[in-house]
Structures are given as structure tokens and as C-alpha cells.
């Protein structure tokens, strides 16, 4: 076993210790309620990366959240590679439906559970953990490495974006390495090639001047919540399909490779049906695979609709308004300020009687796709194969990953590996890191750093 | 002036003063956490009928929040007269738009602003400080009087619904008189002679066995708030006519005498749409006019929709269920039940694919008109003509007073006179009450019962 290994099985306790302490910290950029605590997570990072030997560590700041920006750039001649994570968290609601509570970290059979295990502070530990191991074993990194890691990816990214489109270019970076997605089944080592892009949205209905009573008002009112619902059928069908006026227009379909690869995969309808998700029917687009519908078609949801009473038990009200919080997943060749446009046309055409909708758009990125192409990610996947003794595959993602477009367009061909597991409840209650991915995935990086160093 | 009218002066502004005291206890009865402030409302109204003079006061106890009973029987040889209110209030969400405190009653010009001023706790306030002056002047009562005030209007109204079906009877009262509804405008005295039922319901929709990342799973899982709100369109078209079977086969409609009555009250549709309600179109079912559709039509609302993230910011969640709340009202002659049981029938053959729906009735009251050929009926008339210097006008009411059908089935026949305003904001924030009308209501309730014992 080699001495990098040896360090990281010697210090594995340790390690997940650390990432224990982070997640303790609920650092929910959504909420305005909890900006100090996301500055404590960055302060709590920074720390850390100066604890183990990197001297030029800083926050980059500016009107949202901080990045964290550290550098080792003591490999002359040899690559620059950027590691990208996140250190902010989605909000842990429902609260009653989590069995442990969501910021103290709780460890059932080889899971650890809680709000950000896997999304994305464990896996953003994994880059911290595997440069610390190259720094103590070797007193020095086999590659120039520049940590960027933000606290805004689970609201618009708005430093990320700003600070990519600004000073991407000054990076002078070869690769980034990107830690947040996961592999398409327990074992197996996975590389992403592609995220959809998301457009979310948030559509207002008002009608009255002030909320009403059902019985004084009701059968002459405009109710808010009705035409809300008639706004939601309006924009995708029982089938599934969405009826924005050219919608579909520009999706790209994905390679026959591609296609051909996805049915190579080990994946049984029914029985994700029934053990991932736990319904009845699958829902979508129809005339497309499970797969196919995730990973190369659009789709649009609703988050929830806020407005009347929801209490327990009964109140007569017709609310004077009502809010819907909408998204939409793109895949390639979408346009995202075209859709967007295209949605808020529609949602303003789709007026119901006696009501005002106001459509408003918050965040809106493209897709993108990774070629697969480039001795950055065949480098990745030997390493992951050296790891964990299987082939590497390739996958696409269906959630939205702004920054792989950015860095794409700073010129920085982006690598996305990662070690999240399809049932670790990301952005749901019991979100969970299965704690041997952590392990493996602290390995594989180191592994891969090293590799690209020879 | 007669001693009585004399008495009512005098003491008008401590009427209001009392009024406010009770106004600052939060009865909502709706909300368990404020079960003891609605005992509390309970207790000051039965330490006030002692006060006044009414030995026989008693609470009548149960599952649910306590009826006041008192009683004053010493006018042998003349009718027995129920006087009907309810201390229990509406919840006051939502709070941010309250320009006073809820439950901080506040006179502004001649209007006391405080959830519960107008409905009810103001207009019964009017039936004790009435006899409290009757008591005060005479000695004695003019008639019998028998005080029915319940805690549970706003909810399911179960202990008065129990205590009418099995001690009704025992009451031997002649009539009820029930001070819970509103002035045509102001200024015109009214008797309200119909109410419409209501069936309270809840619908249920579940998918997933958790909640879901939309990124991950949008385009395969099944999301609750897209599947209600296909349920809630497939309730009522876009036109306002409700689409669940049979719903309107046993509508019956009002006589051509009270239709020609109806359209001789003073009514602008545009008037009342812009200033009454404030939206840009009048909504509800095609071929009938605003007032047959509150009066004499039925009526389906969504009251909220509870589930996923309704917070400020962005979270891309498919949520796992969510829940809606949904009533109806119902005119004379539909069954209550039947209805009842056609909408859960339709709820579920509306199931949205992938998803489970469970419809729930949360309580279920028939539709109840008041004849008008009646000697308290007259005499109501006549001493609001005397108060008020106009003629009484008679209309019906679009909200719903179960009791209105619980005092007829027990052979009392109600008299159903209000002194609340359209412009009082309901259920809704700004609950006031117009203190010239509570003043008024007092003189003419005092007056009627005088008439009725000459």
C-alpha cells in the first residue's frame, strides 16, 4: 500500500470528525435568517485549509456569500488544476420528517446523516482531505492547485458567476474538478458528462384588494389559489408534457454513443420505481425511457404555493393572493433567457378571470455537456477504477450544476466526479453520505492529483 | 325617549368598553394552542350575564368548547326567545396585513378594528348589553329569554350541533333570534332569510415515500402540487361552473317574489366589484347574476394548498404529498351527505397518475331559509324600522350558520337579524365592526323584545 493510502486509512476517523463539525453548522444561504452561519462554515473551511499547509487562503467577497480562495502553486511545468465545492446547504424543511435532526450529524450502520452530508460539504471535504494527505506525505502537491469553493449554489450562484465571467480567464487553470454529483450505483465509479440547466421562477396571482370570505364572496370572487391551479395545468399536461410554445424547439438529442451506453447501465425501471422513489407510476414525457426523460429532456415542476390557510383544521378564505415557486431542467442547446422569456409569456396569456399573474424569473443557466475527449477525465477514470476495481462510467445529471457551464466558458474544461449515491435524500429530510464513499472518494482524488502529476 | 333608548345612551360607551375587553382574548377556536383563551373568552361572558342580573348561567361541557347556557324565565303567559351567538373567532392569519393588532381592538373614526368585532363577538355582545338594559329599567324581562352562545362556530360547531339534535326540544322556545349576519348597506335595516350550507373538505395527495431533488428526479417522480392542482381544475371549469356529477341536479331555485325583491335592493355590480372586492372581473357560474349567485347558487373554493417550499428564495423540491382545502357551498334543497359523498367520489376518479388522493370531509351542514310569514319575523321588522327610520329589507346570506338548520330541525323557527356591514372584513384582516350600528343593534334588539312581550 502506498504511503498516501496508508495516511488516509491512518487519519479516515479524523477526517469524517472534521466534516462532522462542519455540518453542525447550518450554513442555508436561502435563508436570510442564517447569513452568519453561512460566514461560520467559510471561516470554519478557511481554517482548515490553513491548518494543513496552504498559506494563500482568502475570502472573496461581495454583496452574497463568500467564495473561498486558496492556491498551491508549487509544481512548475506541471498542470493547474481548480477543485470546485460548495459549502452551503439546502433548508432541512419538513423538520418533522427528519429522524435525526438535520445539523447534528448522526451516524446509522456506515451512513452519516445530515442537511449537506453529501451536498456538498462531504464531498467538498473529500478535495480538502485528499490535497492534505499529498501534503503530508510528499511536503509538497504533484500539481499547481486552486480551491474555489462557494457558498451560493443552492440559491443563484450569483459570486461564482460573477467572479467566473470577471476572472476566469486569470485562473490560468488546466482542469477543474468538480465534487458534487454522484455515482449511478453503489460501486460503481462514475463520471458526469452533462447537467441540465434550471430556470426557477415564481408566479403571483392577485385578485382582490383583501382576502375574502367563501361564504360573503364565493361564486362572484376571483379566488387566487383556483386560478393558480388553472396557471400550473396550463403549463404541462396530465401526460406530462409542457406546453410553453416552443419548448422543445432546440433540445439536442444526446449521441446514439450516448444512448447506446445509458442501456448498458444497470438500471431497472420498476425497481427504482418502487425502491428510489416509492410510487405508484413513473411520471414524464411520454415517448421517452426513464433515463433518457432525466438526463437529455426538459422538465418543469412545481416547489409549492404559498397564499390562503393551511393550518389545521377549517378557514373560510379566499385569499387575496397566491404564489407558486415553478422550475424548469434544460438540456443542451436551450436557451435559458429564450425560455424563460417563452415561460413568462405563457404564464401571462394563461390569465385567469378577474386575476393579475405576474410571472418572475430569479435564476436561469443553460445546460452543459462534457466531452469525455480529454486526458482530464481518461485520467479520472483510471483512478476511480484503480479505487474501487470496476470500469468508470459515464453519466449525465439531471439536477443543475450552474458552474460546469462557467467554467466551460472561462475556458476551463470542467471533470465531474463524485460520491453521493442515489438514495442519500439530497435536498430532502435524511440526507445521508455513505461514510466508505467518503473514504474512497478522499482516495480517488488523491490518487488522481497524483496521476496527473507523473 | 323612552327610559329604555334613555339607558342605552348613557351607557353606550361602557357597552364598548366591555366589548373590547373581550375582544383582546384570542378565542380562535380553529387553533388548538389557544383552547385556553377560548375557555377564557367563555368565562368573562358568563361573568357578565351574572353581573347583569341572570341567575341561571351555566356552561354546558363537552369534547369540544363550551356552550354558555343562561336562562331568565319570569314572564309567564309570553314566548320564549333563544337569543343565539358565538364568542369563538376566526384565525387572524395573515398577520402583516393588519394595519392594529388582531387582538388589540382600535377605534379608528367611528370603527373598532380587532378580529372577532363584527363576527360575533360584537353583534352578541349587542343581545346581553340589550338585556342588561331591559333588566336594568324593567326590573324584569319583557319575554323569556333562554342564551345559547357557542365556541365553535368557526369550526365544526360539534357541541351545539349535539345539544340542539338532543336537548332542542327541552328548550320550549318560540323562536331564535340569531344576531350573526350583516346590514344589506348601511343604514338599511335587514332580516336575512336564508343561509347557505357548507361542506368543509380536505384532499390529500401523495406520491413518493420522501421528499425529491427536482434536478434528480424531475421528469420521472410524480409531484403532488402539479397532481392538486389537476384536481382542483377538474373541480370547476375555468368559467366557474363546478364539473363534479349531479352537483347541481337538486338546486332549487328562489321564489319569483324574492328573485323581483332582490333585484329592487340598491346593487351596482361595477360598484360593488371595484370597491367591495377590488379586482378587474367578476368570476362564479355563467347565466346568473352576482346576487342569485351568492344567494341562491352554489359555490366551490380552494382555501390553501400545503406542502413543499413556500419560503422566500429557491428550493428545487418535489415534494413527497400536499394537501389542499377545499369547501363548498350548498343552496336549499341539496343534500349535504349526497354532495358530500359526490365530491369524494370525484376526487378520486380525478387520481392524477402515479399519485394516491384521499379526499376528507371535514364537516357538512345543509342550506336553511326562514320563512318570512311570521309574527317574530313582522315584529323584528318593525322594531328595526323604528331604530333605523327605514323600511326592512329582506335578502338572503352567501355564508353559512349551521345553527340556522339545527333551531328548525328542534321546531324553533330562527329570526336571523345582523348589523354587520359588507365593508367589515370577514374572516379576512381589519375585522372591524361600525360602532354606530352596534349602538343601534342594541336599541332595536331592546325594542323587540319589549314589542314581543306587549
Not at 476566469?168 to 458534487?180: P, Q, V
Not at 430556470?199 to 375574502?212: G, H, N, P, S
Not at 436561469?364 to 486526458?375: I, L
Request: with cysteine; glycine share 10%.
Amino acid at each position: 500500500m502506498s504511503k498516501l493510502i496508508s495516511y488516509y486509512q491512518a487519519n479516515g476517523d479524523r477526517f469524517v470528525e472534521g466534516l462532522k463539525d462542519l455540518l453542525r453548522i447550518p450554513s442555508i444561504s436561502a435563508l436570510p435568517a442564517h447569513k452568519a452561519d453561512v460566514r461560520r462554515a467559510a471561516d470554519f473551511i478557511v481554517d482548515d485549509l490553513k491548518r494543513m499547509g496552504i498559506e494563500t487562503v482568502k475570502l472573496i467577497e461581495g454583496e452574497g456569500h463568500p467564495i473561498i480562495y486558496a492556491e498551491k502553486m508549487d509544481a512548475p511545468g506541471k498542470p493547474t488544476v481548480v477543485l470546485y465545492g460548495h459549502y452551503d446547504v439546502q433548508p432541512p424543511d419538513p423538520m418533522d420528517e427528519w429522524i435525526s435532526p438535520p445539523f447534528e450529524p448522526t451516524l446509522r450502520g456506515d451512513d452519516l446523516f445530515a442537511r449537506g452530508a453529501v451536498d456538498d460539504k462531504g464531498q467538498m471535504w473529500i478535495l480538502l482531505k485528499a490535497v492534505e494527505g499529498l501534503l503530508a506525505v510528499d511536503g509538497k502537491l504533484p500539481v499547481n492547485v486552486k480551491f474555489l469553493i462557494e457558498g451560493e449554489e443552492e440559491t443563484d450562484g450569483g459570486m461564482i458567476n460573477t467572479y467566473l465571467a470577471e476572472h476566469g480567464d486569470e485562473l490560468h487553470a488546466d482542469t477543474a474538478l468538480i465534487c458534487d454529483t454522484e455515482m449511478f450505483t453503489k460501486g460503481l465509479p462514475t463520471i458526469t458528462t452533462g447537467v441540465r440547466g434550471i430556470i426557477y421562477t415564481e408566479i403571483e396571482v392577485t385578485a382582490a384588494k383583501t382576502d375574502l370570505h367563501s361564504g360573503i364572496y364565493g361564486g362572484v370572487a376571483p379566488n387566487p389559489m383556483q386560478a393558480i391551479a388553472e396557471v400550473i395545468t396550463g403549463l404541462k399536461d396530465k401526460d406530462g408534457r409542457i406546453l410553453i410554445p416552443g419548448f422543445y424547439d432546440d433540445v439536442e438529442a444526446p449521441t446514439e454513443a450516448e444512448l447506446d451506453a445509458w442501456k448498458q447501465l444497470p438500471f431497472d425501471a420498476d425497481e427504482y420505481r418502487e425502491t428510489e422513489i416509492g410510487c405508484t407510476e413513473l411520471t414524464g414525457e411520454p415517448g421517452f425511457g426513464p433515463i433518457e426523460r432525466l438526463w437529455a429532456r426538459p422538465a418543469l415542476d412545481v416547489h409549492g404555493i404559498r397564499g390562503g390557510f393551511t393550518g389545521d383544521g377549517a378557514k373560510t378564505v379566499i385569499p387575496a393572493k397566491a404564489l407558486a415557486k415553478v422550475s424548469m431542467r434544460l438540456v443542451p442547446n436551450m436557451d435559458a433567457d429564450k425560455i424563460a422569456q417563452a415561460f413568462c409569456d405563457h404564464v401571462k396569456a394563461l390569465t385567469p378571470k378577474g386575476t393579475v399573474v405576474r410571472p418572475k424569473v430569479l435564476a436561469a443557466s443553460p445546460a452543459a455537456v462534457v466531452s469525455t475527449d480529454s486526458v482530464y477525465v481518461s485520467t479520472a477514470a483510471e483512478a476511480l477504477k484503480e479505487t474501487f476495481g470496476k470500469e468508470t462510467v459515464y453519466i449525465r445529471c439531471g439536477g443543475s450544476i450552474p458552474v460546469v457551464g462557467l467554467f466551460a466558458d472561462a475556458g476551463i474544461p470542467p471533470v465531474l466526479v463524485g460520491f453521493g449515491l442515489p438514495d442519500d435524500n439530497l435536498h430532502a429530510p435524511n440526507e445521508k453520505f455513505h461514510l466508505p464513499n467518503f473514504h474512497q472518494g478522499v482516495a480517488a482524488i488523491g490518487r488522481y492529483l497524483q496521476m496527473l502529476g507523473e
